[in-house]
């Protein structure tokens, strides 16, 4: 706390004044008086002197004795100075206020930091009285002047003052308000004075800042375009703005316009228009009247008042509110103001991207916009019937709609119908009535909808794809049980037959063919983008070997010419090297089909960097680089509705039983699933291009690093030993993986489901050693399954077995989970490499 008193001068404090002040005439009678008895005592005589000594003292003994005992019980105070607890001067700090108490003579007695700050007092020495700190101020004489008169003659005074101030950046000056008030104090017997100065510059500069909103928004009242007053219940008005005193003929700036009356400005029974409005208990009503206002020279004003009333809860009008319009000829220059209309509505009408077109009862295009023109003028500028915009097929649905609105019907449905004379181009066509049209009908309004459409066809092919997409996985998962199934048995059969025996063939047989149905479903797997892809990185031609093109050169036959193109340097892509051969089998096989009486298949590889994206029917490719593989023959071609349909699944053209409609959508779920993209251009007569674009691979240094030579790995024994936990919830394919690992040397636990699984665990504690797992279970699936016997076992080791890709259930697992996968179909040497490369690890 900041306390400053400066009396007396020695310290930085000043005690507050006593009631009674001491005289100094009283000590000095006291001194004559001792030097009195201590010079009669030196006079007389040892023995006279003594008993006189004796009584002065027992006297001063008795007074000091007296004095102790009436100070003790408060009769005698030593001193009229009192010590407060110092509470009131920590309010008096604390306010924000400066505060100032004065003395006789104006001696400051107590001063607060607040105003020291106001004064610039940076120590207690520099604190000056009121009158001293306002006294080179001459704008504060006066009001300081007064305040010193009151406070003479003991009364409250308060007085607020403007002075120039160094502003607090130093540079130049600013005005400064404060408010200054002063009061004798009553407790010190109205002899000391409290001064207290406020800095209420905000408070005014926020006061002058909303005056001058105020003066603005009266001043853009005063000038609006419109009149305006305002009337309270009597009819008295009580403003008015300066374009409705022009127009009057008064002058704002005199005093008659206070004595306006609305029966003075309007003309006859005028003002009981205004004055008779209908009451609406607390509502506020707001009507439009037209009347004429009576000038000041007496002539009349035709207006038009929007006129604004609010009505308490028993009914009574308040003040009202009216706009008034001049409705004058010539007034605000009418025809200058219709013409601006007239072009604003030109610009809007001509602008919009609806197109409008106003038509008589015959169908005549009498009006357009700059839109109808765009989308219906085409080659023929001449077209000047509706029915001439659409092709003939949707005319007659147009037209009709026409007759409806002909007949005044006003809720009619639109028709969507391709643009005559460009069928890409579809425009949907609303027709609203016309009335006292002068010829004209009915309004024709047409909007482009070409994109909308086409986001319409792809949303509902995206739709149908996922559909058959998710069918054909179901599907492929049922199936790749069973062919585990069947190629597992297989395998133990194989086992136990020799191939003397007669029936090793027939096992072969069966085998083969499960492969074959295997390669089936790999197709429906990679059309749903469900298979299960080995990527790794690899330049385009290693895909094009020797034996990829003899395989090709047999499948083609001697009456197909096959030709390569392929560039040198191509990028590196990171892609599955059998699905790309699966690719290029099937877009060869398409080709030569395509070719009965022979032509020529040429593939080409090279790289392509595009800076824009490109877009082909439906998709569009980003910006980027890629390695494009061309597919090209000289066959039959495809007209367009038939390439509209060739990448959806079972579709085909070839005969029946020559074609699973399976080859191209599965080109597209593979393409799709390594992130490229496939387009097909093709010409009746000339031959199909198929082009696919696989994004460009940049290798990471562990990718770079030369690949050292493996040598062949010798035979390997796949037997082991440790316990196993096999969960699948397929009967069939579950036995045949429990026999094959129990001839391995393993212990096989079998559970069918994930619940099952678990209760296994938990009554073979710490006993399992690895756990192999369905992913797709009833119950608890395989991830599920993988997060509660990681709290049981967090080193547990997990293979999972599926007929889906790996990706397609690995973004389900929480980050860092381990695991290793196994894909369906599998035999039996498959299993058990797997599970010996993962008990050995």
């Known amino acids: 706390m900041t306390e400053t008193r400066l009396d007396p001068p020695a310290s930085d404090t000043a005690p507050e004044k006593p009631e009674k002040e001491g005289s100094i005439g009283v000590v000095i009678l006291l001194a004559m008086a001792l030097i009195t008895i201590a010079v009669a005592l030196a006079l007389m005589g040892r023995e006279e002197a003594r008993p006189v000594v004796l009584g002065l003292l027992a006297f001063l003994a008795v007074v000091g004795v007296f004095s102790l005992f009436a100070a003790s019980v408060g009769l005698v105070r030593f001193s009229d100075k009192r010590r407060g607890d110092g509470f009131g001067e920590i309010i008096a700090e604390d306010v924000p206020e400066g505060m100032l108490v004065t003395g006789r003579g104006g001696r400051i007695l107590f001063a607060n930091a607040a ?4 004064t610039d007092a940076e120590r207690a020495a520099d604190v000056r009285g009121v009158e001293r700190a306002f006294a080179g101020d001459a704008e504060a004489s006066e009001a300081i002047f007064r305040l010193s008169q009151a406070a003479a003659a003991g009364r409250r005074a308060e007085e607020e003052v403007r002075t120039e101030r160094a502003a607090p950046d130093g540079e130049g000056r600013r005005a400064t308000w404060y408010r200054i008030r002063v009061q004798p104090l009553a407790s010190r017997g109205k002899r ?29 009242l005063d000038h609006a375009p419109a009149g305006f007053f305002s009337a309270d219940a009597t009819g008295r008005i009580r403003y008015v703005n300066a374009t409705l005193a022009g127009w009057l003929g008064y002058d704002i700036a005199e005093t008659e316009t206070a004595s306006l009356t609305l029966d003075r400005i309007m003309s006859g029974d005028s003002a009981a228009l205004v004055h008779n409005m209908e009451p609406a208990p607390g509502e506020v009503r707001v009507e ?12 009349t004003l035709p207006v038009r008042l929007l006129h604004r009333v609010a009505f308490d809860q028993a009914g009574n009008p308040g003040t009202s509110r009216t706009i008034v319009l001049n409705r004058s000829a010539g007034a605000g220059d009418v025809a200058e103001t219709l013409r601006a209309a007239e072009v604003r509505f030109a610009r809007f009408f001509n602008n919009t991207p609806l197109a409008i077109a106003t038509v008589d009862r015959n169908g005549r295009i009498e009006r357009t916009n700059a839109a109808f023109a765009r989308l219906f003028a085409g080659k023929d500028r001449s077209v000047r019937n509706i029915a001439d915009c659409v092709g003939d097929r949707d005319r007659e649905a147009l037209l009709d709609t026409l007759d409806a609105a002909f007949s005044g019907q006003a809720e009619l449905k639109p028709v969507d119908a391709p643009v005559a004379g460009d069928a890409v181009r579809i425009a949907r066509f609303y027709a609203s009535p016309v009335e006292d049209g002068d010829g004209e009908a009915a309004i024709v309004y047409a909007l482009d909808i070409t994109e909308q459409k086409a986001l319409e066809a792809q949303f509902a092919q995206g739709q149908k794809m996922q559909a058959v997409g998710q069918l054909a996985g179901g599907i492929a998962h049922d199936f790749n049980n069973v062919l585990t199934a069947i190629i597992g048995f297989s395998d133990l059969l194989l086992a136990n037959h020799r191939p003397t ?17 295997a390669g089936l479903v790999r197709q ?13 990185v690899l330049k385009l031609a290693d895909v094009m070997s020797a034996d990829m093109q003899v395989l090709l050169a047999r499948l083609l036959g001697a009456k197909v010419e096959l030709n390569l193109d392929q560039a040198r340097d191509l990028w590196l892509i990171r892609a599955d090297v059998n699905q ?24 080409r590889t090279r790289n392509d960097g595009r800076d824009e994206p490109m877009t082909s029917g439906d998709a569009t490719m980003p910006a980027g680089e890629y390695v494009l593989l061309e597919v090209e023959d000289t066959g039959t071609g495809m007209p367009p509705e038939v390439m509209a349909k060739i990448f959806d699944p079972f579709f085909t053209t070839k005969e029946v039983g020559k074609g699973t409609g399976l080859g191209l959508s599965t080109v597209y779920g593979i393409i799709k699933q390594t992130g490229g ?6 010409t009746p007569g000339k031959g199909t291009c198929f082009r696919i674009y696989l994004p460009r691979h940049v290798p990471t240094e562990e990718e770079a690093a030369p690949k050292r030579e493996v040598a062949a790995e010798a035979p390997r024994d796949l037997t082991g030993r440790g316990t196993i936990l096999l969960v699948e919830d397929e009967e069939a394919v579950r036995a045949f993986a429990a026999r094959a690992l129990a001839s391995r040397g393993y212990t096989v636990l079998e559970a069918d489901t994930g ?17 192999v797992s369905d992913v797709v279970m009833p119950e608890m699936d395989g991830p599920t399954l993988l997060k509660e016997v990681r709290k049981r076992n967090p080193k547990l080791k997990v293979i999972f077995v599926s007929g889906y890709a790996e990706d397609a259930f690995a973004k389900n697992l929480e980050g860092g989970e381990q695991f290793h996968f196994l894909p369906k179909p599998f035999n039996l040497k498959e299993l058990a490499a797997t599970v010996k490369e993962v008990m050995s690890a």
């Open 115 to 118: 105003y020291m700050r106001l």
């Open 192 to 220: 000391d004075l409290l001064w207290q100065v406020a800095d209420i510059t905000h408070d005014r500069v926020r006061q002058e800042d909303v005056f001058r909103e105020l003066q603005r928004a009266i001043d853009n």
């Open 288 to 299: 439009t009247i037209d009347l004429d206002l009576v000038r000041r020279d007496g002539r």
């Open 501 to 517: 025996d007669p029936s090793f063939n027939d096992i072969m047989n069966i085998k083969h063919n499960a492969n074959r149905a």
């Open 524 to 536: 429906l797997l990679a059309f749903s983008r469900r298979q299960t892809l080995r990527p790794q």
């Open 580 to 603: 790309l051969e699966q690719v290029i089998i099937n877009l060869a096989v398409n080709a030569r089909d395509a070719m009965p009486g022979g032509g020529k298949l040429t593939i």
């Open 677 to 682: 993209f496939i387009f097909a251009d093709s």
């Open 755 to 771: 619940v099952a699984a678990l209760e296994v665990m938990d009554s073979h504690e710490g006993t399992v050693d690895l756990v």
